[in-house]
């Protein structure tokens, strides 16, 4: 399946690949475009579009991306749960939601801010950042055992 968002991606839009890859369809490719190109490139290569307004996967209330994608297709997954709660602090405007949202907003702000001049695109900056949300994801998935 494809999906494409905004490009210059930076919480929501790598965690989102990050999710879908690892958790939904591992051969999922993903396109980032202009914000008012995201709609057409989706009806033009039957792409699922998100992160961006009045789209199934974007935001909803205080809910991001993610938690649309957890909930489309119904993750229950504690650990993944839990790392929902931590994109949602770094990806909106309540970086206390828990203890790492705030940090987790600096790095992929720090990420942002390498590009153009270390990752080439979008797709460098979801590689590059992956290890990031495994890493995260490890760390929860110890946390909701103790």
């Given at each position: 399946m494809k999906y494409v968002t905004r490009a210059r991606a930076k919480v929501d839009r790598i965690a989102c690949p990050w999710l879908i890859k690892r958790f939904i369809d591992p051969d999922a490719q993903f396109l980032f475009v202009e914000p008012d190109a995201v709609m057409e490139?989706?009806?033009?290569?039957?792409?699922?579009?998100?992160?961006?307004?009045?789209?199934e996967l974007g935001h909803h209330g205080e809910r991001c991306s993610f938690d649309a994608i957890v909930e489309r297709h119904q993750l229950s997954d504690p650990a993944l749960l839990r790392l929902a709660d931590i994109v949602r602090g770094a990806d909106t405007s309540n970086r206390t939601l828990t203890p790492e949202s705030a940090g987790l907003f600096a790095i992929a702000t720090g990420f942002a801010a390498?590009?153009?001049a270390r990752f080439v695109d979008?797709?460098?900056?979801?590689?590059?950042q992956s290890p990031?949300?495994?890493?995260?994801?490890?760390?929860?998935?110890?946390n909701v055992l103790q």
């Open positions: 490139t989706a009806r033009q290569q039957s792409a699922i579009p998100f992160d961006v307004p009045d789209v390498l590009s153009p979008d797709h460098a900056l979801l590689e590059a990031i949300y495994d890493a995260l994801y490890e760390f929860c998935k110890s």
